[in-house]
């Protein structure tokens, strides 16, 4: 192609203006129009939502006869990127004008490369393109901003390979086509760190607030359809809408914030979580290091167990409404098998209890769940109200000691609990130790808490998934002994 192509940055602008994906297909209908080109096709809308929302904006595109205008818009970061290239010679202060007042613009680069000045076609001059273009291209040569031909290589501006260690990786998460905050490198989640100076910072779905409400009302975003958007995207939208979605979406934010410390993060699962699906979850969650500790509540912690040694559990078909179940005959063998591995020569701890479990299910499970990974990465496991316990041998466990275990490992700077479906057990178990909580419809606790009434086991798929999209690994905080260093020797069978 030959032709001049205009290329503009932009920052301090009106930044819900720059998430507007509506008023950006508005500015790209009207914009051919306003350089004298012609719109041929589009605009092409595409609302892109990263999991590091610092990364999401609008993208769009015009199709014009003589080339097209593209433009990228980052509202959290308050900045977009245009380019516009036409083969066709146009006025470019009036594109520049055009968009500054679309967009409040307050600061921009630009640079104008005049393009395809060796192209030998027909109707063009010695030069390679037509008198008009290389007329225009000597006009602007002096002027600011305009790259005529290439760059030398010794030239500054020339571009160079990077090669830095810290150079990030491109991530695809699950369900997503949007690479992860690593692919931005080391610094990418400090949103800060890529905003230019002066810039403002406002989350890129926010509204502005109507000049007659009251303070404290947040004004409710609505969410429009976007068919390749990740999960962590619908759920940084879900944040500013209304009702239960809103404290989906809010939920995620505080889970992330208190994964982005070094702080220990305990997972709690009520009694019917492990039966309605969570296991293989929570699996990965230990193996990303995002869960220092756990709390199995109920029939959780034989749950696991039993799923570890290759049973399932099931649904009633056509009966969502009602509970998972097992296999009364499967459930008695595996009983048996774990009866086996849990003789004792004093009272267990419930933690002492799950490790010894996760140590056989380690060794025998076909498949591995969650105490047979938290044994092997010397995560604890509490259990909580376990009374069924005494089906395998075991009718009392030392609560106590777990209760003090557990409330010094919450009690640490920054720490946090996040409970999916539990009951008052693990309200009355924790006690007012935690300092941040997030309760998915669960019992109420004590402490900081944000409460989400959405189903437990809808939820946490869908929050687990836009966690590790935001952050695919995090480096485990460490965690008191709860057991001793010795584990004693397991019994056989028998």
């Not at 192509?5 to 994906?21: E, F």
């Not at 990418?188 to 109507?210: C, E, F, L, T």
């Not at 997972?267 to 293989?280: H, Q, T, V, Y």
């Not at 700077?413 to 998915?440: E, M």
Request: charged share 15%.
């Amino acid at each position: 192609m030959f032709g001049p192509h205009l290329i503009i940055d932009g920052s301090k602008c009106d930044t819900a203006k720059l998430g507007d994906r509506l008023l950006i297909e508005r500015i790209l209908t009207d914009f051919p129009r306003a350089i004298g080109m012609t719109r041929i096709g589009g605009p092409y809308m595409f609302e892109y939502q990263a999991p590091d929302p610092a990364y999401s904006g609008v993208s769009g595109l015009v199709v014009i006869a003589e080339s097209h205008i593209a433009i990228h818009t980052f509202p959290a970061l308050d900045y977009f990127t245009m380019d516009i290239f036409s083969c066709k010679n146009f006025d470019h202060e009036i594109a520049i004008n055009y968009i500054r007042e679309k967009l409040s613009v307050g600061e921009m680069d630009r640079m104008l490369v005049q393009r395809g000045l060796s192209f030998h076609g027909p109707h063009h001059g010695p030069l390679g393109a037509t008198d008009e273009l290389i007329d225009a291209a000597r006009e602007r040569e002096a002027g600011i901003g305009v790259t005529i031909g290439s760059i030398p290589s010794d030239d500054p501006l020339y571009p160079r390979h990077l090669e830095a260690p810290q150079a990030g990786k491109m991530v695809w998460p699950a369900y997503g086509v949007t690479p992860d905050a690593g692919t931005y490198g080391a610094d990418a989640v400090q949103v800060a760190g890529g905003v230019r100076g002066g810039a403002r910072v406002i989350p890129a779905n926010a509204a502005a607030a109507g000049a007659l409400a009251a303070p404290g009302l947040d004004p409710v975003q609505p969410m429009q359809l976007n068919p390749t958007a990740s999960t962590s995207g619908v759920l940084d939208r879900l944040a500013v809408m209304g009702g239960q979605g809103r404290a989906l979406g809010r939920a995620l934010n505080r889970w992330e914030a208190l994964a982005c410390t070094n702080a220990p993060v305990v997972l709690a699962l009520g009694p019917s979580m492990i039966a309605e699906g969570a296991r293989d979850l929570v699996t990965d969650l230990l193996h990303r290091g995002h869960v220092a500790a756990v709390i199995l509540e109920g029939e959780a912690l034989l749950g696991d167990a039993y799923e570890s040694l290759g049973y399932r559990h099931y649904v009633h078909e056509d009966a969502e409404d009602v509970a998972p179940t097992h296999s009364a005959e499967e459930w008695a063998l595996a009983m048996a098998q774990i009866t086996g591995w849990l003789h004792f020569t004093e009272t267990p701890t419930g933690a002492q209890v799950a490790r010894r479990l996760g140590i056989a299910l380690g060794e025998a499970g076909p498949r591995p769940g969650i105490l047979a990974t938290a044994a092997q990465l010397q995560i604890p496991v509490f259990a909580i109200g376990a009374t069924d316990l005494a089906q395998v041998g075991l009718p009392n466990v030392a609560v106590a000691a777990d209760v003090t275990t557990l409330q010094m490992l919450l009690s640490q700077p920054d720490a946090g609990l996040v409970a999916f479906g539990t009951t008052a057990a693990v309200a009355t178990f924790v006690g007012t130790s935690a300092n941040a909580v997030i309760a998915i419809d669960a019992a109420p606790l004590l402490g900081e808490v944000a409460h989400v009434r959405t189903d437990a086991a809808l939820a946490l798929p869908i929050l687990a998934t836009g966690l590790v999209q935001r952050l695919p690994k995090r480096h485990r905080a460490p965690t008191p002994d709860v057991v001793p260093t010795e584990e004693r020797a397991l019994q056989p069978v028998g």
